[in-house]
């Protein structure tokens, strides 16, 4: 792996896929509903759904690395990423702000039997729990809403974490369908860029580097980069 910046282990991750609509500089919250209905009703999914859990994710549950009390996956979608989580925390939420991509993850939670998972439709920025999450696992979050909300994205990231807890995030350097790096949803996101933005809101940096070739979906290989942050 090429370390951008610290290259301690991976001690634990946190979760992933959720949209801010900013008006005048996101779409309306009718055209990401829309982009899954229209998915559904020819039993496709949207463009940006993964089809399965992130390999990283996978590998660091089998390892043993992962693993905790409380977990959240913001904008987790489909859920895929619940189902790995699972299996290494107790109790394990994931945030969705479509209703039908909400729905696609109940049914992944009620088709795998997953009794310690669940689903909410809301916005992650006003979300407010009622315990703080040990991990949140963010999967392409960050680069899903606008540039100018990422300051407050970061800040919410640390206000959900309990004490000790940590941040495992994915994100795209290189855009995933060819896009110009100005242009997104998804958006690319700078790892320096970021990191600071998390060290402003009190997180910790434990590692920042790329991601292996084998850990990201095929068609995202050596596009991605995770970094995992640290609540003192």
């Given amino acids: 792996r090429k370390s951008f910046e610290h290259s301690s282990r991976i001690i634990s991750p946190a979760a992933t896929f959720q949209l801010r609509i900013i008006e005048g500089n996101m779409p309306s919250e009718d055209h990401w509903e829309g982009m899954w209905q229209n998915a559904a009703s020819d039993g496709s999914k949207p463009r940006f759904d993964a089809g399965g859990p992130v390999p990283l994710l996978k ?69 407010k729990p009622d315990s703080k999450f040990d991990l949140i696992f963010d999967y392409t979050f960050m680069c899903a809403i606008d540039p100018s909300m990422r300051k407050a994205h970061s800040q919410q990231m640390a206000n959900l974490l309990a004490p000790g807890g940590r941040l495992l995030a994915v994100f795209p350097h290189k855009h995933y369908f060819g896009q110009s790096p100005d242009q997104g949803p998804p958006f690319e996101v700078n790892a320096q860029s970021a990191d600071a933005l998390f060290k402003e809101a009190g997180l910790n940096t434990e590692k920042l580097e790329s991601v292996d070739a084998s850990d990201s979906h095929a068609n995202r290989a050596g596009k991605e980069w995770v970094g995992i942050w640290t609540k003192q």
């Fill in 59 to 127: 590998r660091l549950v089998e390892e043993g690395v992962v693993k905790g009390n409380r977990a959240l996956v913001p904008g987790c979608g489909s859920g895929y990423d619940l189902i790995v989580l699972s299996k290494a925390f107790d109790s394990v939420t994931g945030l969705e702000y479509a209703e039908t991509g909400a729905a696609a993850g109940r049914e992944v939670i009620k088709a795998n039997n997953l009794l310690n998972a669940s689903m909410e439709v809301t916005d992650f920025f006003t979300f």
